[in-house]
């Protein structure tokens, strides 16, 4: 159950706020832990859902998130903002099971054609998106397929940017690049969107 997070507000008091939190949950505590999860939790199942499109899925990779924070927080340094670290694991952990399950389907597929016994795995269910209660059912899902066409990059840039709202600093930090870079991602992933959504004009 994703639960809206209610944490504090202001840049400033913000970080005050996570700097604290990261001194507590260093020293073991447990209550600290659940403030974190409580103060993050949706925003890191959103971000982990744009990228997987299965509420399954982004529940399972969203809680992996939260146990490798509790295993490695005595990693942390403060070297970028707790969100950015959080935003960090959540893409990192969305694409790599998004690949795994790309590899299971190749090989599923591979040995079917060998004729081993193995069932092929089932493309995932599609489920509906938080913007999909809108007019343009079809539109929208055309677009979300394409936008998980884009490659890796692109498509963490453009989630974190038009679903999570992050600013391009923001975004620059979870990648680890500059904020030119950001841009050109952006620029690109915006371009091959139009591209394969302006309709092809008909030849009579």
Known sequence: MIVEDSGPS???????ADAELVGQLQQGSEAAFRTL?????NRIY?????LLRSPEEAEDVAQEVF??????????????????WLYRLATSRALKHRQ??????????????LGFDNQVLHEPADHAHPQAKIEGQQQLELLLTHIGRLPDQQQV????RYEQELTYEEIAAVLNTTVPAVESLLFRARKTLRTSLTPSPRHV
């Open 10 to 16: 202001g840049p400033g008091v913000v970080a005050s």
């Open 37 to 41: 999860v409580e103060r993050y939790q």
């Open 46 to 50: 959103r971000t982990v859902f744009a």
């Open 67 to 84: 146990v490798e924070v509790h295993q490695t927080i005595n990693r942390f340094r403060g070297d970028a903002a707790l969100s950015t």
């Open 100 to 113: 795994r399950a790309r590899a299971q389907k190749r090989f599923a597929y591979f040995t079917s054609l």
């Open 157 to 160: 840039a453009f989630t974190l």
